[in-house]
């Protein structure tokens, strides 16, 4: 006989390969303890030729999953196996977040939002910034693109070490993006107000090119989505020069909030508290 005190506890997880070292479990776990909700959030590893009967599992419930995030390498995978993408997804060809609505599996892509809720946060007046500069043209830098377009920026400046690649890009994402190889930098900087770094350089401890930064209007923001060590070599060196710089570990967790919304009903706050708590575990590892 089903017993009404027992209460439903949504499941969520972050799938990728490797994914022990994703923080998205302390971001979730601080979230459902601070409000006091039900449920749990996990990393559930799977590798990439088990991917496709995971989603299944997901979709028959035999998972025993509500959603969950799926990080690299199973984005681009986890966005064609899902039966209703949103537009976000679909222009990406990429989801992070996946959540189960009337028997039909779900997507969208929180990067970019997430990107522009820490500039907001982080640096508010940040998009009066007329022209951009985006320094590479990876998986990483599709979703920035696509945010500043859609937040109104006019000219998006996207310099890639292969100019061909940073060609793809600009014809995916329309008439505001202009490709440039790495010899334009200095030329494409001049008059801009936002600068992002979507590489992997400075990347835990390893070694970034000089930048001079002063062909930038002197308001301009700097920002760095690697937030390994917080402060990247990029963002020591803009703030040496006398820019604003934005660190890229509020992309992070601003990213989880649309997820967490949907698993378990409540929409989190992004707070010092939490920032802190990451920055322990950044700090311990």
């Not at 995978?77 to 989801?95: I, Y």
């Not at 959540?99 to 929180?110: E, F, I, S, V, Y």
């Not at 835990?204 to 209007?217: M, N, T």
Request: hydrophobic fraction near 40%; aromatic fraction near 8%.
């Amino acid at each position: 006989m089903h017993d009404s005190r027992e209460t439903f506890e949504p499941k969520a997880f972050v799938t990728g390969f490797p994914v022990k070292h994703s923080r998205s479990p302390l971001i979730h776990g601080y979230w459902l303890k601070t409000l006091g909700l039900p449920g749990s959030y996990c990393a559930h590893e799977v590798a990439p030729d088990d991917f496709a009967a995971f989603v299944d599992s997901l979709k028959n419930g035999e998972s025993g999953f509500v959603g969950g995030n799926a990080t690299i390498p199973h984005k681009e995978m986890a966005f064609k196996l899902a039966d209703d993408p949103d537009e976000l997804s679909e222009e990406l060809g990429a989801s992070n977040t996946l959540w189960m609505d009337n028997g039909r599996l779900k997507a969208t892509n929180t990067d970019g939002r997430g990107f522009t809720a820490n500039l907001d946060e982080r640096h508010s007046g940040w998009d009066v910034a007329e022209k951009a500069v985006v320094l590479g043209a990876g998986g990483a830098s599709r979703a920035i693109i696509q945010a500043l377009r859609d937040r109104g920026v006019k000219e998006i400046h996207l310099v890639n070490r292969t100019v061909e690649r940073a060609k793809e890009l600009a014809d995916r994402f329309g008439p505001k993006i202009h490709a440039h190889s790495m010899a334009a930098l200095p030329e494409v900087m001049s008059g801009a107000g936002l600068f992002v770094n979507t590489t992997s350089l400075g990347m835990d401890g390893e070694g970034a090119p000089r930048i001079d930064f002063s062909p930038l209007l002197s308001d301009a923001v700097v920002t760095d989505i690697v937030y390994v060590p917080l402060m990247t070599p990029f963002l020591v060196q803009a703030q040496q020069q006398g820019f604003a710089v934005v660190d890229g570990l509020g992309m992070l967790l601003h990213q989880a909030v649309p997820g967490f919304e949907k698993w378990f009903g409540h929409r989190p706050a992004v707070d010092e508290n939490l920032r802190a708590i990451i920055i322990e575990d950044m700090d311990r590892h």
